[in-house]
């Protein structure tokens, strides 16, 4: 986690306020056309389970993703943000923005604390368009008055085009990974860092990996497995995946292929853009809206990549992913496919060995 | 009531629910459409319809608090659902998909519609998703903005709009229209029983008080799935009038009540008597929970929000957060505190309860702001509101005895 912190303090040399936003979908878009950096609190390793402020305020039984954001901002990062966003996504997270304001308050700071509810009706038309349009103006409101900044179409639309440049680039460059045309493990990486670099560093980052020449270490011959979960594998379990033969060829990531599946038309308008961003997502677990297409979506990426496993990458505590995994091991089961799950959090290293003999007999069961 | 000698109001119960219970499984032999809702779903819109409406949430506490959650946890632990997942989710769906359903309390007439919603807590919408994919029926999901303050104008017009689209819903469905003036008849039932729910609340204000909390979670079974009803005014008016008598008659639960306490969570349905019991034995009583407490209130009010006879629909999409659960931290701090003031609380018992993180997961900072600021002793227990495994009595009692102890030497100082 030093480093994810190292990373969004050097953001702070330039003039612009960062602000930190969680979960994963927050309208990067509009702050930066604001005149902010917004960072993506998702996916940082805890330093070997140090979390000593975090379980200052939030019980074990929480996710490893929501205990480490309490720890990041309230330790590393509590003279570092200018601000923090979130929407709703799960019962944890929803009860964090108090928590932080909180547990800032006791260190003596006090930063705008914004928070936005995405509605679980349908947010691309009637009564749920309505109801996101009036979020988004009064989130604008509020950044207006907290940063002394004021919105406007023009800068809006160019931010929207730069985030569409830099989606289509990493949807090109998790295309490369699907062909181990880079490690799959590379391409992890950079996705994790693009969530505490600007846009246009990620732009910048991504253009150089799609130039350099990689090759990848995994055999064609390696059975190709489709991987799910809220948080990419760690680079030891990336290892256990390919030394057992597997290789990933398609995720289900809510960090990865979720973010990027689809790219939305640039816009001036916040509603119409965000609207269509989230009325069309790829369905995650955490996008209320789009529960029931989950399965249909799984499946079709199942059968235009002839996988032959698929691996669940469990975070433990996530209730939102769990309560899906029996439906939808059965419903992959009924297409041929073989099924994984493993249950993991963020920076586990302990239970890696545990997770050898498993992930070494599913590849076996997929050569033969 | 807390020697557990069978009250009027404590017949009248059983015979209530048992009798509501037969009805619908009766209604839906005969091919009546049936309903699964959320707790907090409004069910006054639903009396709107000529429908049979189960509530799987009050099933799994009722099936806890009679001694059969572990098999039927095990039994969708057995199916693949986490042991970390909700124990009433994993009661529910061991009890429906599972093998063999329980016989001691069967399960509910099997639905047409699944209606939830994300107030009290979003994975209910997941939970009952479960359902929709097994049974290939349809989820009707309201959507309701988590009171981080009190709910803006544009937050009660959204679940209006929803409220609305839902009745046009299960009319299409139903092939029924939908009637505004059983709504109507409904919504002047529940805020009747409401108020007679608050006048038996109040008798735990009294030293030494007139009602443990352990009788509040037992008697709230019928608010959750019976709103609207008249038999839930007429039992809510004999448990209010039978505890006013009772307290009249120098009658107490507890007559030698020495620390008074607030409960933070929902209950440990496995753990009522023994629970009750103990705690008698230390002479404390808990006279408060914040989860019975909730029933009809605004967000961060302790107190009844008011109803003033018109527009059902738009006061019930006001009310949408009323449980504790629903809204924030700052919210929570101020009805604990007016709690704590008007019950004269001496400690409060956080429930830090494995299956619920939407009510537990503020707690520690809770404690430590309740503490600081008004000084008064707290402590924080592991429970499972349904699952027995995951509870300890000696560990909870400890720590519990810790607290009495506490209270004791603060009264010295």
Redesign the interface.
């Known amino acids: 986690m030093e480093d994810f912190a190292a990373e969004i303090k050097g953001l702070k040399n330039s003039t612009k306020k960062v602000i930190g936003c969680f979960p994963l979908y927050p309208p990067l878009e509009l702050f930066h056309s604001m005149g902010l950096t917004p960072v993506v609190l998702w996916g940082m390793p805890d330093p070997e389970g140090q979390l000593a402020e975090s379980d200052?305020?939030?019980?074990n039984?929480?996710c490893s993703v929501?205990r480490n954001i309490t720890q990041l901002v309230l330790s590393d990062l509590s003279d570092t943000l200018d601000g923090l966003f979130m929407y709703?996504?799960?019962?944890?997270l929803?009860?964090l923005?108090?928590?932080l304001t909180?547990?800032l308050e006791e260190k003596g700071k006090a930063i705008p604390v914004f928070?936005m509810?995405l509605?679980?009706?349908n947010p691309g038309d009637?009564?749920?368009r309505?109801?996101l349009d009036?979020r988004i103006s009064m989130l604008i409101q509020e950044l207006e008055m907290a940063y002394d900044v004021t919105f406007s179409e023009k800068p809006f639309l160019e931010s929207t085009e730069l985030y569409r440049k830099m989606r289509l680039l990493t949807r090109e460059l998790e295309k490369k990974a699907q062909k181990a045309q880079i490690p799959f493990d590379l391409f992890i990486n950079i996705t994790q860092e693009q969530h505490t670099a600007s846009v246009e560093d990620q732009i910048r980052l991504l253009e150089h990996h799609l130039n350099e020449q990689y090759s990848s270490d995994v055999p064609d011959s390696a059975s190709p497995v489709m991987v799910s979960g809220i948080t990419p594998p760690s680079p030891e379990l990336l290892k256990l995946f390919s030394g057992a033969g597997l290789r990933i060829v398609v995720d289900d990531i809510a960090a990865m292929h979720r973010s990027n599946a689809y790219i939305p038309e640039a816009s001036g308008s916040p509603g119409d853009y965000y609207s269509d961003f989230f009325q069309n997502h790829f369905p995650c677990?955490t996008l209320?809206?789009q529960?029931?297409s989950r399965?249909d979506v799984i499946m079709k990426l199942i059968e235009e990549t002839s996988v032959r496993g698929f691996i669940f990458i469990?975070t433990?505590?996530c209730?939102?992913e769990?309560?899906?995994?029996?439906?939808l091991?059965r419903a992959i089961k009924e297409k041929g496919i073989h099924f994984l799950?493993l249950e993991t959090s963020v920076g586990d290293t302990d239970n890696i060995n545990a997770m050898r003999t498993r992930i070494e007999a599913f590849s076996e069961l997929l050569a033969n | 009531m807390s020697k557990f000698q069978k009250t009027r109001a404590g017949i009248n119960l059983s015979k209530m629910m048992k009798a509501n219970y037969m009805q619908q499984a009766e209604d839906v032999k005969q091919g009546k459409f049936a309903v699964w809702v959320g707790i907090i779903v409004p069910i006054e819109i639903l009396r709107g319809f000529d429908i049979v409406i189960g509530v799987p949430e009050n099933y799994s506490a009722m099936s806890s608090a009679k001694g059969l959650s572990r098999e039927q946890c095990e039994k969708a632990e057995a199916?693949?659902?986490?042991m970390?997942?909700?124990s009433y989710?994993r009661i529910d769906i061991g009890n429906n998909l599972g093998p063999e359903p329980d016989t001691a309390i069967p399960p509910l007439p099997k639905p047409d519609l699944l209606i939830s919603n994300?107030s009290n807590?979003?994975?209910l919408?997941?939970?009952f998703?479960?359902y929709?994919?097994?049974y290939n029926i349809p989820?009707y999901?309201l959507?309701i903005?988590?009171g981080?303050e009190a709910q803006k104008k544009?937050?009660t017009q959204?679940i209006c709009?929803?409220f609305h689209?839902m009745i046009a819903t299960l009319e299409s469905m139903t092939g029924q229209k939908f009637n505004i003036s059983k709504v109507e008849e409904a919504m002047d039932n529940s805020y009747e029983a409401l108020k007679h729910w608050k006048r038996f609340l109040r008798a735990g204000e009294s030293k030494p008080a007139g009602i443990t909390a352990f009788d509040s979670f037992v008697q709230m079974a019928p608010y959750i799935n019976m709103r609207g009803t008249k038999d839930l005014v007429d039992h809510f008016k004999i448990l209010a009038d039978e505890t006013e008598e009772r307290q009249r008659s120098g009658i107490f639960p507890m007559p030698d009540e020495s620390f008074r306490l607030l409960w933070d969570n929902i209950a440990p349905w496995h753990q009522l008597r023994k629970m009750s019991a103990r705690l008698a034995g230390l002479k404390a009583n808990i006279v408060c929970g914040t989860y019975t407490n909730c029933l009809g209130n605004s967000e961060g009010s302790a107190d009844i929000y008011p109803y003033n006879g018109s527009s059902p629909i738009e006061f019930l999409a006001r009310i949408q957060n009323f449980p504790i659960c629903a809204y924030?931290?700052?919210l929570r701090y101020k009805v604990l505190k007016e709690l704590i003031e008007r019950y004269q609380i001496d400690g409060v018992v956080f429930a830090?309860n494995?299956s619920c993180?939407?009510y537990?997961?503020?707690?520690?900072?809770q404690e430590r702001?309740l503490r600081d600021e008004l000084g008064i002793p707290c402590v924080s227990i592991d429970v499972d509101h349904a699952d027995v495994r995951k509870y300890n009595d000696a560990n909870a009692f400890v720590r519990i005895e810790a607290l009495l102890e506490n209270i004791e030497a603060s009264r010295k100082n």
């Open positions: 200052q305020h939030v019980q039984y929480a929501g709703n996504a799960c019962d944890t929803r009860n923005p108090e928590i909180w547990g928070k509810h509605p679980a009706s009637g009564f749920g309505d109801y009036k677990t209320l809206h529960q029931h399965f469990g433990k505590f209730e939102h769990y309560f899906e995994i029996p439906s091991e799950a | 199916m693949g659902y986490s970390d997942l909700c989710a994300n807590c979003t994975l919408l997941k939970w998703d479960v929709r994919h097994e989820h999901i959507d903005p988590f981080y544009q937050d959204y709009d929803q689209d924030g931290l700052d830090s494995r993180k939407v537990s997961i503020m707690q520690m900072d702001k």
